[in-house]
């Protein structure tokens, strides 16, 4: 997705403690400056960046770097209101806003991060060390942003830059062969060709096409490739239905464990129930309480002060991980639904595994005897649908997967109705024992949680690609007949299942359009010149014991759900920004998820309607809208003092605000 939306959310200067709240009130003294610069790289291409000053202070100041692909152009767009808050809420740091190679106004072309890396082009290192030679560069750079503008920080630190002090990534992955184009062989069709369409970059999909195994020329997109070079703490911050969770887990992990000396010891992780868009009122068909990321909105500016400006924070007592366990969304205040801090990811647990069993059950006892397995046929031209998961441009999150789970291409295995709470956190494995009479084929597996009424949420799922079951970088075709092993990561999670509930795992061949779909062919990647149905076999026998893994954890205590500090439970009208304006103002509101829609006026002192606007809640937790000055009719209006009203229901809140022309 674009950046914008996740900008404006974890932006805005309140919600986050007496501090960001002074600084807001005082929006005008920190006003800021603008100039167009082109960067030098070292291949003799230079790359369009918009340079931000703070307008009170003395230079040299630290920086904080935002490298993006979807236009640094701020300035008319309605995006202004970034740069406005990073300069208030940053006081006392320069901000520079670059665009990638061949991205907005940056010469060069575009070449999907192959150029931000560490490679014969190194873009990040370059503007990094660029900024540092400036003489109002105190030396001290941090780089921040998700998605895309994340992706660029973690290549960026790999390239080891010497000035670069400290990134703040959200929803993003330093391996990008592995965490978003393909899954264990499996082509991600709805991330990557419908992001390479919003960037008008569809030509790149044919260099998939030339390289579908994992190749040397995938490691400059491959943190892991060269962990000890990264030397810099990084705040990683990741949800359970995003798209690139694992990527921002495994960073985390090899960096705290591997990295290099300034980063071992000092990576920080937080994961939140949030898809990749973090601003949407709820991941999927359900809500979670107690879990909007703006319970974290300080942590990053304290986060930046912390390592570019050496002050005394919150970071310095700040658990290393903290994460989010879900649970039963009609029972909020159950076990469940609640953050738990810990020193390490993963927390201590016990794999236990689940059998399947021949009768669609799923047991923590094997079957001891020899049975015949389950089959079913998977068709190409008729594949099992995506409804959910860990998607981008298409539905995602928690979503019932009953309607799938009635086809007979999807087999189903469910526990007996929990009688106690089981509570896992951590990686979670399907070891599957399955026969094709087919050359090639995918197996995909998804776990969910069974309420009482029936519903069957979707919680994770994974998939694997036949001829990449042992590897990714060569290819082994099936033997039609044989049984194989597949080790089916379904990556990681945290969820409480309820007592009443039960827990569920699917299998089938396909997931569309999250997943490509496999011909069953055996050709090369999407050079196929037909279809075939395949036959598969599940087995789970006493040879063949086809299992779930959970990593079930033993004597947490999350029987109180915690209410943190500045949680928005309410509608609530937050101040404008600037205030007074000229020109255009920002007014921010928070409609949590089961609010009505709510209406937003302006009033002159005379009572008279100014300016309305209808919010709809489903279009996020936090809404900013903007006001140029004008009337309903279009016409300015006069300096002076005016009411803004934030009415939903019978609850109504109201604060001033002032235009000065």
């Known amino acids: 997705m674009k950046a914008k939306s996740l900008l404006l959310v974890f932006l805005l200067p309140i919600m986050s403690g007496p501090t960001l709240l002074a600084e807001s009130a005082v929006l005008s003294q920190y006003a800021s400056s603008s100039e167009l610069i082109m960067i030098p790289m070292r291949d003799g291409d230079s790359l369009a960046a918009d340079i931000y000053f703070p307008l009170i202070g003395q230079s040299p100041w630290p920086t904080v770097l935002v490298r993006t692909p979807y236009g640094r152009s701020i300035s008319g767009s309605g995006e202004d209101i970034v740069v406005q808050i990073l300069t208030n809420?940053?006081?006392?740091?320069?901000?520079?806003?670059q665009d990638t190679r061949g991205r907005g106004d940056s010469q060069g072309t575009d070449s999907l991060y192959f150029s931000d890396g560490w490679g014969k082009r190194q873009d990040g290192y370059d503007t990094v060390e660029w900024i540092a030679e400036q003489s109002w560069s105190n030396g001290k750079i941090g780089m921040w942003g998700p998605s895309a503008l994340g992706i660029t920080q973690y290549l960026a630190a790999g390239a080891k830059p010497p000035h670069l002090t400290c990134c703040c990534v959200l929803v993003a992955?330093?391996?990008?062969?592995?965490?978003?184009?393909?899954?264990?062989g499996v082509y991600r069709q709805a991330l990557v060709d419908g992001w390479l369409h919003s960037v008008k970059q569809d030509s790149m999909q044919?260099?998939?096409?030339?390289?579908?195994?994992?190749?040397?020329?995938?490691?400059?997109?491959?943190?892991?490739?060269r962990l000890d070079s990264i030397n810099v703490p990084i705040l990683h911050i990741g949800g359970w239905h995003d798209i690139f969770l694992q990527g921002n887990i495994d960073a985390f992990t090899e960096l705290q464990e591997n990295g290099g000396p300034g980063a071992r010891g000092n990576q920080k992780l937080i994961l939140g129930p949030w898809v990749h868009n973090i601003t949407a009122a709820q991941p999927g068909e359900i809500y979670f309480p107690h879990a909007t990321p703006l319970l974290f909105f300080a942590t990053m500016f304290d986060w930046f002060d912390y390592w570019l400006k050496d002050e005394v924070n919150t970071i310095d007592s700040m658990a290393t991980v903290q994460y989010y366990v879900m649970g039963d969304a009609d029972q909020p205040e159950t076990i469940g639904n609640n953050w738990i801090e810990s020193?390490?990811?993963?927390?201590e647990y016990t794999p236990v595994r689940f059998y399947l069993q021949p009768d669609s059950g799923l047991a923590s006892t094997s079957i001891p005897i020899e049975v015949l397995p389950d089959t079913f046929s998977y068709d190409p031209q008729y594949p099992v649908l995506t409804r959910g998961g860990r998607n981008m441009n298409i539905d995602a999150g928690t979503y019932d997967q009953r309607e799938l789970e009635a086809r007979p291409d999807v087999l189903t295995y469910t526990t007996e109705i929990l009688m106690d709470t089981v509570i896992i956190a951590g990686p979670v494995w399907v070891q599957l024992y399955a026969g094709s009479d087919a050359l090639d084929t995918d197996f995909m597996a998804s776990l969910c949680d069974v309420y009482p009424d029936g519903r069957s949420m979707l919680i994770a799922d994974g998939a694997i690609q036949a001829r990449h079951r042992n590897s990714i970088e060569e290819e082994d075709l099936l033997t039609p007949g044989e049984i194989e092993s597949y080790t089916i990561d379904l990556w990681s999670?945290?969820?409480?299942?309820?007592?009443?509930?039960?827990?569920r795992l699917n299998i089938s061949s396909s997931n569309y359009n999250r997943f490509a779909i496999n011909p069953n062919t055996g050709?090369?990647?999407?050079?196929?010149?037909?279809?075939?149905?395949?036959?598969?076999?599940?087995?789970?026998?006493?040879?063949y014991p086809s299992t779930l893994i959970l990593p079930v954890m033993e004597g947490v205590d999350t029987a109180v759900p915690e209410k943190r500090e500045n949680q928005p439970e309410t509608m609530a009208l937050l101040p404008n920004f600037?205030?007074?304006?000229?020109?255009?103002?920002?007014?921010?509101?928070?409609?949590p998820n089961r609010e009505a829609p709510a209406t937003l006026s302006i009033f002159d002192l005379n009572g008279r309607l100014v300016k309305e606007w209808t919010i709809n809640p489903s279009r996020g937790l936090m809404q900013i809208i903007k006001w140029n000055g004008r009337s309903e009719a279009g016409s300015e209006v006069t300096s002076g003092v005016y009411i803004t009203k934030l009415q939903a229901k019978e609850i109504q809140q109201s604060r001033k605000i002032m235009l000065l022309k």
Not at 206 to 225: A, C, G, L, R
Not at 343 to 347: A, F, I, L, N
Not at 532 to 541: E, N, P, V
Not at 578 to 591: A, D, E, R
């Open 173 to 184: 992955t330093g391996n990008l062969y592995e965490d978003a184009i393909f899954y264990d």
């Open 206 to 225: 044919s260099y998939f096409v030339d390289h579908p195994n994992y190749e040397p020329i995938y490691d400059t997109m491959n943190i892991y490739t």
């Open 523 to 543: 050709e090369p990647f999407r050079q196929h010149t037909r279809t075939q149905i395949a036959l598969q076999s599940i087995y789970h026998d006493l040879e």
């Open 343 to 347: 020193e390490t990811w993963p927390p």
């Open 89 to 97: 809420v940053l006081a006392g740091y320069v901000l520079v806003v």
């Open 578 to 591: 600037p205030n007074p304006f000229n020109g255009w103002t920002s007014i921010p509101v928070i409609l």
């Open 493 to 503: 999670t945290a969820v409480a299942f309820a007592p009443g509930h039960r827990i």
